[in-house]
């Protein structure tokens, strides 16, 4: 069967030529992309199941995922995420929902630059760049996004010791699964930093897919607990040639042999 890229975005907003950031305008243009080449998307669920082959996946797929829980997801990504029919993950930091989620969101708030996002989170300033739980309810309830850890705390995992990751990841766990119900079964590793203690520490935490920043495409071979992505650009041509070669078992094989080398 054919490779799924799991595809990796942070930020969507208007700072263009910022860090990790797609305008809306590239943005809508990707996810229409998608939708009129009859490209399926996958939730998290369904990648597990068809890494271990219990999925056939007969059209061309991806995962969309995000990191960090930004609110530019919501006022940018979801409405272009529903208009074109496109199911998306999103990896959230516990700490930071819960203390943005002590004051309601206002429309009216400015959408800063990723370093600005940074230090805003760092002066304990987070309700105004991150998602809360209202707003990720509402997500949820489409039925198009679903959300998973990216941590209690956005820290560097392989850094931790066993007994500090295991609280991290399972305190992490309980937030999600307290506020949204089901069960927490991936994490997003922050800064894609982990090692083999921290594998087993999530495994051992209950979580079942472990998504990492190592570049690569999911297979039917893929470790769950090892799932590589592909950071996006903010570019169209770029976003279509590397779906092309991403979606391609041959052509992406041999790709990512090269990058590696």
């Not at 998306?88 to 708030?109: L, Q, Y």
């Not at 590793?189 to 203690?197: A, I, S, V």
Request: glycine share 6%.
């Amino acid at each position: 069967m054919k490779p799924v890229p799991v595809l990796m975005y942070h930020h969507v907003n208007n700072h263009e030529g910022d860090m990790v950031t797609v305008t809306p305008e590239t943005f809508e243009l990707q996810m229409q992309y998608l939708n009129k080449a009859g490209y399926r998307t996958l939730n998290t669920d369904e990648l597990l199941s068809y890494i271990k082959g219990d999925l056939q996946l007969k059209e061309k797929a991806v995962m969309i995922t995000f990191d960090d829980g930004w609110l530019d997801n919501y006022i940018y990504a979801y409405p272009l995420l529903k208009k074109y029919d496109i199911k998306a993950t999103i990896f959230i930091v516990g700490n930071w929902i819960e203390e943005a989620s002590k004051t309601r969101w206002s429309s009216n708030k400015s959408v800063p630059t990723h370093e600005e996002s940074v230090s805003l989170i760092g002066n304990k300033q987070g309700a105004a760049i991150v998602l809360n739980w209202e707003l990720i309810r509402e997500m949820r309830e489409s039925g198009l996004v679903e959300f998973y850890s990216h941590a209690k705390n956005h820290v560097k995992c392989h850094l931790l010791s066993k007994d500090d990751l295991s609280d991290e990841l399972r305190e992490s766990k309980n937030i999600i699964e307290t506020q949204l119900g089901g069960e927490c079964i991936a994490l997003c590793w922050p800064f894609g930093r982990y090692n083999d203690g921290a594998i087993k520490t999530a495994k051992a935490t209950g979580y079942r897919a472990l998504f990492t920043t190592d570049h690569g495409v999911a297979t039917e071979r893929s470790d769950p607990f090892a799932i590589q992505r592909i950071a996006v650009k903010d570019s169209l041509i770029w976003f279509k040639k590397s779906l092309i070669i991403y979606t391609n078992k041959l052509l992406s094989g041999v790709y990512l042999r090269l990058k590696k080398k």
